[in-house]
């Protein structure tokens, strides 16, 4: 069998979560924060499966309903302390039972419902570079950061003042889109499989961890709508 064409997309989604109860199927814009992020593969252009990694029937129906594959997480990497890449190394070693893996793999996170089909191909565009393993998303940060001990960490406090423009140029994590050679991130079994290269991408949304950020895109959702 031939290796399939396009990246795979992998979206885990626990049933469980403390912050929010069953924050992977609240809506946002009356959609499902998974079906979000399957929606936003699907609209991908270099993206060609998608697979929900997910141990709850809900969100199991919910991923079907939206014509995502679904890979039965085992309860020993469905808990809080469980990490993403357990939950990803699982569902490639179920999948690989079934025929080639893709060459690449786009790692998407329900809690970032604003992510689009265009910043999937921009991070995985990054890819194709020869030196180039795994990319994330990030966005510019301008400000100035500090230890709790009031020793800087971009900027030194002894000197004079630095305008904000001449700092270092930073970049925050998003924390929405990550993508990855398959072979070099089961050798590592990180996200961060070197080579890594950050992918500045605009128009980044807020990330859900709190009910707060979750009522806040609800209402941005809400203003896209009008």
Known sequence: MA????ALALIPARGGSKGIPGKNLQ???DVPLVCRSIRAAQASQGVGRVVVSTDADAIAAAAEAEGAAVIRRPAAIAGDTASS?????HALDVLEQQGPLEAELVFLQCTSPFTSGEQIDEVLRALQADDCN???AVSPWHGFLWRADGRGINHNPELPRQRRQDLEPAFLETGAIYAMNVAAFRRSCSRFCPPARPVVVEH????IDTPKDLALCRSIAAQKAE
């Open 3 to 6: 290796v399939p064409l396009g």
């Open 85 to 89: 890449e357990s939950a990803l190394l």
């Open 27 to 29: 809506t946002v814009g």
């Open 204 to 207: 980044v949304g807020p990330e």
């Open 134 to 136: 795994s990319s994330f």
